[in-house]
């Protein structure tokens, strides 16, 4: 079971590691809060190495070394192990002193955390860290955790750390265009929140608890937030961080306690289907915001991009331009994309009249002052 990331190769440790596993032990730096500064014998090193094979045996987890690619040195071990007669195996690392504050720790951990959920399909992951081992606490931050619980082990101070929501970006092609760390992600939340839109998409035998955004829609965020820290999973339109519930979220819940997957944004999918670059365009949520508010932006030959708040903005939109002298602005509305359903309408502001238009449409703008 070896895994790999860009830097490194992690090999699962076997009898025959029995010296070097005992040295990294015996270390004085990893020793200080890992065996709480005592210094082991073989025989308890050798006992952890038999229990490292029967769980790799049994569960296909338990402890790697950590080798640098470049010259196949081990500088140090990491994965899941049991502490403290918890039911759920816990992340655990131990760097040597000469790999330390290279990033090595943080790349090893997120590829065990990838294989703990994709790999073993764990509902949730622990770390412990003691108090004082502060580096131990801004790795499992970067990671995603945050603090559940403290608890007092050997006289120290322990706080348990993991995190509990999910915001998944979902397009109109549903969950066949997820990835498989959103679809990880998805299947071991118990609770999935999302429109009624993304809620039908999951499959109709799924009898987990759903909650349907409320309005307004700050109810809803109270309800996820009182769910804490159970397994939440938010299904949103496109990408979450672009003008869209990611956001609302990150305002009231720690984006450390926050795993978010993007898909792509309507800005991103409008971009590749007109051959714009999304960095050269303008890009407005009408969503909640008055239609005046892009008129600033009205320039000859400026680009823009509208999320629009139903299947009045484009008309809306088109009078706007006409009242400020760009009724020659080339408007096209795009529904549904990454659908079999996508459809595009183009028009002239001045001349615009279709209104048969879902409601969940992006208009791009392609601005041009009236002559005379």
Known sequence: M????????LTPIVENDLNKLHAIFTDSYVRRYLCDGQIWSLDPVEEMIEQNEQLFGEKKFGLWFIERKNDREVIGFVGLWYFFEEPQPQLVYALLPKAIKKGYATEASTKILEYGFDGLGLDYLVASCDRPNIESCKLAARLGMRQVEERIVNENPIGAMHKWLSVVG??????????SIALSLLDRSKIVVGGARHLAMLPTDDTREKLVWASPLQTTVDRIISRRPEAVCVL?????????????LSRRIPIAEMTVIPAASAFSLACARLGWPLADVETFSLTNRPIASIALSFSPGARLLVLSADRHTPEKVAQLLTQRGFGSSLMTVFERMGSQAERRIEGVAAAWN???????NAIAIAVTADRG
């Not at 092609?173 to 990835?179: F, R």
Request: aromatic letters at 0%; a negative charge; proline letters at 3%.
């Open 2 to 9: 070896i895994l790999e990331t860009d830097r490194l190769i």
């Open 170 to 179: 979902i397009g109109e092609d549903g969950l066949s265009g997820l990835s």
């Open 236 to 248: 949103a339109s496109g990408d979450p961080m672009c003008h869209g519930i990611g956001v609302t």
């Open 354 to 360: 279709a209104t048969d238009l879902a409601d969940l």
